[in-house]
């Protein structure tokens, strides 16, 4: 389920809920473990980085993510892919609600997993700057 808003404020730019669904743990691997949900195909904001905000049962969590289709490591399926900040555990099977909250950057291919893994390292940082102030 997908609701899409037009940016004002803090509101969000859109609100994507789902059951987190298995991936290739891709993100586990590079040390940004994600929470992986299917986009409905009616969703018409543009693939990239966002901030975002995660309700896991009933709590609220900072968390970055990426919607799109993951062209550095030769994925095809759009999939919003969330790294909640704070958050251990597992998650698989659970109900998220992800709100985007303000694109960071267009989704690319990088050359390599290593320069992949720089950029997400600044995305983060980037990210937590904006919420820490």
Do not use: W
């Not at 404020?9 to 929470?35: K, Q, Y």
């Not at 018409?44 to 966002?50: A, F, K």
């Not at 709590?59 to 251990?88: K, Q, W």
């Not at 267009?106 to 600044?122: D, M, N, P, T, Y």
Request: proline content about 3%; hydrophobic content about 35%; glycine content about 12%.
């Amino acid at each position: 389920m997908a609701e899409l808003r037009m940016e004002c404020g803090n509101a969000p730019l859109a609100v994507i809920e789902g059951c987190v669904e298995h991936g290739r743990r891709l993100g586990r691997e590079l040390g940004f473990p994600t929470a992986n949900l299917s986009v409905p195909d009616d969703l018409s904001l543009d693939d990239g980085v966002y901030r975002s905000r995660v309700e896991v049962a009933g709590r609220r969590y900072d968390a970055m993510s990426n919607l799109g289709r993951n062209p550095s490591v030769g994925g095809t399926e759009r999939r919003l892919e969330t790294h909640i900040f704070g958050f251990t555990g597992e998650l698989y099977g659970c109900r998220l609600r992800v709100e985007l909250l303000q694109r960071i950057r267009g989704e690319r291919k990088f050359a390599s997993v290593e320069e992949l893994r720089s950029r997400i390292e600044q995305d983060r940082e980037e990210i937590l700057k904006s919420i820490n102030g």
